[in-house]
């Protein structure tokens, strides 16, 4: 009970506190670097044929979310209950609301090292369910569309990414200095190691540059729903 109530602290302490941001100045930035509008995304309604292929592309797992509920079992019930998934993602899509039942997430803290009533030697593994894998792919697949046809994601990035591997960005890395090198240029590097790095992501800054890119009406808002109310339960 100790160990689940000091990494349930832990989780709610690792997210940036949004008073703290110079949200201000950063919107100053934005506008200033930035002098042309983007265009609003339009979001397109799925289809069951969709739905059935994202189902598809769902690495089979065992482990499951709070319903019990495996990407297994709903791999194997796909033709069945793609129609009423199709019927509640188009809702999600038209209301702007990311079902509430689907933010319910599930913390299992894996021990790393050391001594095990240490907290900080824990990593804490979110189980969501699985249907909501499906309505985030759904999103994820018209943001980064819109994204990409606007050229606004960065060349840089090479995680999460269809076609960049991070093998990619070590060979680019390699491949500039040895060049530098052979050119008789002085070589630098500054390497940084952000812990928990998605925890330290403002929502509201997040918000804020989505609406800025095009991502507005209903389409931000349930991006905002989707980040609000999260609830989690630790399992010992």
């Not at 934005?30 to 189902?55: G, V």
């Not at 052979?182 to 918000?207: P, Q, Y």
Request: glycine share 4%; hydrophobic share 35%; aromatic share 10%.
């Amino acid at each position: 009970m100790a160990i689940a109530e000091k990494v349930n602290r832990l989780s709610k302490n690792n997210l940036i506190k949004d008073e703290n941001d110079n949200i201000d100045r950063h919107n100053h930035f934005m506008e200033q670097a930035f002098s042309e509008p983007y265009p609003s995304m339009k979001h397109k309604c799925t289809t069951t044929k969709e739905i059935e292929q994202i189902i598809k592309s769902l690495k089979t797992k065992h482990s499951y979310g709070y319903n019990e509920i495996s990407t297994k079992i709903l791999k194997i019930s796909g033709p069945y209950i793609s129609s009423p998934i199709n019927y509640i993602c188009n809702k999600m899509l038209f209301w702007g609301v990311f079902p509430d039942r689907l933010k319910y997430a599930m913390i299992k803290p894996i021990h790393k090292n050391d001594d095990t009533c240490e907290v900080s030697n824990y990593r804490p593994i979110s189980l969501l369910t699985s249907f909501s894998k499906i309505l985030e792919m759904v999103m994820q697949r018209r943001t980064l569309k819109y994204l990409t046809k606007h050229n606004i994601i960065s060349t840089e990035p090479y995680g999460f990414r269809v076609g960049y591997r991070t093998d990619s960005a070590t060979y680019r890395l390699t491949t500039e200095i040895l060049n530098a090198m052979n050119n008789k240029l002085l070589v630098g590097g500054i390497f940084c190691d952000l812990e928990k790095a998605f925890g330290c992501v403002s929502h509201h800054i997040l918000l804020y540059k989505l609406k800025f890119y095009g991502i507005t009406d209903k389409d931000l808002q349930l991006y905002q729903s989707y980040l609000d109310n999260i609830l989690q339960n630790n399992n010992i």
